[in-house]
């Protein structure tokens, strides 16, 4: 099940054409989006989505619309999902045509949620450490780089899950050149010690996480440590469990880190999915 | 003026909309593109920009259209341009729809020459070294992050050319993590010293230039030598001239670097240019 909005308010065939060849968002992966996670008619964490996507927007200069039209966007797409459960909406709004009129494509495509991903979030994942390449200190020097936007231009992203899965592995932990971790392709990583929750410093040049920030919310509520600071890839073995977290996966277990098994972390792994589902009770 | 062929072999309205939301060109930047200059109705080096499409694509793991279709694209659009002179055909292939039957979405737009275009090969540019923020030994070491891939993944190219017109440049020449020079975001770079032209090696982590390769054979005929080895940053300011060389541009005269003057090159570039515009005589 699919369904497209555009930005005037009116729903479209997902299956037709809506873009020219000359968008900026296909020749050049000029644009921004954010995928955001919709349970029996309530969008989780929109609003911190919203600001991540006029935050990626301004790192690129890309005129975007402002909040309400996204709002009004959104509210669309929601009204107009006829299943109950759940769904994702991919917000996208790209830099428009080349030889345009300067306007920017913009739209909302919701989905349904794949089998595959229920999997995951149910089972865990095995993973695989690749090197991203760059020192955590590149983000702050080298703007132009655009580290820590979430732009179109994925196409690393999702060669290295093509990697991982060329070596029998479902994700990827990308790590930094001083072997600090970064993230995942498309998730944040979430390292569990005892009660105490770390995750990388979005100043690595990585993704400020939404749910990753809406589950230290929720840990921290509860009686959890939660800190954001360096990880370093030795302390993902060493750890009480590696958790994957993303707005449509939710919250993953990582059970083997390049072919060899991490602690169970069941345990802990139910009691923050709990706390995390508990956010939107 | 532009004009829109696709696979099939029809032209299409390049302002009409051929492209669904779900493209993974799109939404990923996952795809490979080439841009290839047609001059009185002779294409440039067509080979290797179908070579060098090819070779992208299987780095991408990307199922493209054989060499005879690419051909038949391209002599499509190159018989149905109705103005003499020159023109460039951009040729794009994606992996298509994510929720379609997995036919890549494979066009080839021409567009005529801008203006701009013309005015940089003739009065040369202002450059600005930026840094790209990753070792020379990263390609080889990660082939994941598919350096030296032309895909459509440029959002990173693009945000360099807009932060060098920030601060008063034309043009971008990006540096290694240790200070080796890579290349512009859309051009090889090629140092002149005496009768020696110089250009780093694609194992860095760069695109192989098709216009370099054309101009290096056509100075070592010329008795010119023409190395492929390391350039460092300093090399730039002490040689006699910095070339940037790309498809569409031709060859154009780095003037300026980091705003600071370079040694008049005019003598060998127009020599070079002679010599590089024979080839195709």
């Known amino acids: 099940m699919r369904l497209l909005a555009l930005l005037d308010g009116t729903l479209a065939d997902p299956e037709a054409a809506h873009v020219r060849v000359d968008d900026l968002g296909l020749t050049r992966g000029d644009g921004v989006f954010e995928t955001v996670l919709v349970v029996d008619g309530r969008p989780r964490e929109l609003g911190p989505h919203l600001d991540r996507l006029l935050r990626s927007a301004r790192m690129l200069d890309l005129a975007v ?24 909406v991919k917000l996208v709004c790209t830099r428009g045509a080349e030889y345009g009129d300067g306007t920017p494509t913009v739209f909302a495509l919701a989905f349904s949620i794949e089998p595959h991903t229920v999997e995951k979030r149910r089972n865990g994942v095995s993973a695989v450490v690749l090197d991203r ?81 809406a589950l230290f919310r929720a840990a921290e509520r509860a009686g959890w440590a939660a800190k954001v600071e360096p990880v370093l890839v030795d302390d993902l073995a060493a750890a009480d469990g590696v958790l994957l977290v993303s707005s449509v996966r ?12 991490l602690p169970d972390a069941t345990g802990p792994w139910t009691e923050l999915s709990d706390l995390y589902e508990r956010e939107y009770a």
Request: proline share 9%; hydrophobic share 45%.
């Open 133 to 213: 390449g760059f020192d955590p200190g590149l983000a702050e020097r080298a703007p132009w780089l655009l580290l820590g936007a979430k732009t179109l231009s994925y196409a690393v992203n999702m060669a290295a899950q093509r990697h991982a899965a060329s070596v029998g592995a479902d994700e990827v932990i990308f790590t930094a050149s001083d072997g600090s971790v970064l993230e995942g392709p498309t998730s944040t990583v979430v390292v569990v010690e005892g009660r105490t929750l770390r995750t990388p410093p979005a100043s690595s040049g990585i993704l400020p996480g939404t749910t990753q920030a």
């Open 65 to 88: 619309p402002a909040l309400p039209e996204w709002e009004r966007l959104f509210a669309t797409v929601v009204a107009a999902w006829p299943e109950p459960g759940e769904f994702a």
């Open 250 to 261: 939710r919250i993953v277990r990582v059970r083997t880190l390049d072919g060899v098994d």
